[in-house]
């Protein structure tokens, strides 16, 4: 039984976004009071972070920036060591208060973590940690290892605006409440390509493409038997994905999964080539495969647990 949200709200001025809206409503249920943002990736901006504890704040949410957050950079991108960002993940771990973790950014330097994460702590907890792009090294461990909720949405730099939209603020509302999103439809108020066609199940993993093919091989990546994979990337020219893609192939990816979704692929070449490449690698997919679904580096888009059953039939998909 999903637990009442909190009534607070939001003010919603963007009415292009989300018209006849003059509030926003807290898109998170109930038993989520505290967040504690963490870095376990790339570094933040102290602006974009400061409106989304605003935005938090104003919905009855209590927020913990993580001591670390905002550390010296230690290399490119990075926001901190190692240790720091590993202590500040088990201290939000560690405290019971504590009900969902936000990731600061994507960028790079979530695999530096995996061997060093406490995974035994982060199962006891159970807690969502939400974030996508590089977080996705983090959500495949999670998944793998069955610690925690992994879910794919947007992060502190782009949180407020993102919930403006409708699609945005309903799948994220639904990725915590298995009753609720039966009847929430994955792929029929928006525009899609179907590349193959077809009928399949299976739980979806919701994925950047760049940073799953880094994945292979390690002991951090899920069992891909009969998954629906969903794929995402940002400024990888067409060459790049047919390597990744590629990769995915001759690891026998492909041909474990039961269907294959595209997702957003902005500034990653035209889309001519891009459809070419898809229907080529759709032929190595033994289900239906489809492009076009709104999950990627946008503010309009899914947000989407790991793991969720989900079913496709030809042009539509729903869960289950």
């Known amino acids: 039984m999903r637990a009442k949200a909190p009534p607070s709200t939001y003010s919603c001025p963007d009415t292009m976004e989300r018209k006849n809206c003059n509030m926003l409503k807290n898109p998170f249920p109930g038993n989520i009071k505290h967040i504690a943002i963490v870095s376990l990736a790339g570094k933040p901006k102290k602006e974009a972070v400061s409106a989304t504890c605003k935005l938090l704040k104003e919905l009855g949410i209590r927020i913990t920036v993580m001591p670390n957050v905002f550390a010296p950079e230690h290399g490119p991108q990075l926001p901190s060591g190692c240790e720091l960002r590993i202590s500040d993940l088990h201290r939000a771990l560690k405290d019971k208060s504590v009900d969902l973790i936000l990731c600061s950014r994507g960028g790079h330097g979530s695999a530096h973590l995996l061997d060093k994460v406490d995974w035994a702590l982060l199962k006891k907890r159970n807690i969502p ?9 983090f959500h495949l461990a999670m998944f793998a290892k069955k610690a925690g ?8 730099f782009e949180l407020p605006r993102a919930l403006k939209h409708p699609l945005t603020w309903d799948s994220l509302h639904h990725s915590f409440d298995d009753d609720s999103k039966k009847n929430f439809p994955l792929a029929e108020k928006f525009k899609i390509n179907v590349i193959r066609r077809g009928k399949a199940s299976g739980r979806i993993i919701p994925v950047n493409l760049t940073v799953l093919t880094t994945m292979l091989g390690t002991p951090y990546l899920p069992d891909f038997k009969g998954a629906v994979l969903l794929i995402e990337d940002l400024n990888e020219p067409v060459y790049k994905l047919d390597r990744y893609l590629t990769h995915l192939r001759l690891a026998g990816v492909l041909k474990d999964i039961s ?34 679904i709104p999950f990627g580096h946008i503010k309009r888009r899914l947000c989407l647990r790991f793991g969720s059953k989900v079913k496709i039939d030809n042009d539509k998909i729903s869960y289950l």
């Open 129 to 137: 940690v939400l974030g996508y792009s590089d977080i996705t090294t």
């Open 149 to 156: 909720t992994a879910i794919s949405s947007p992060m502190p």
């Open 259 to 292: 269907a294959l979704l595209f997702g957003n692929f902005r500034r990653c070449g035209n889309e001519k080539e891009r459809k070419r490449i898809f229907a080529k690698f759709a032929e190595d997919v033994k289900g239906p495969v489809i492009s076009g």
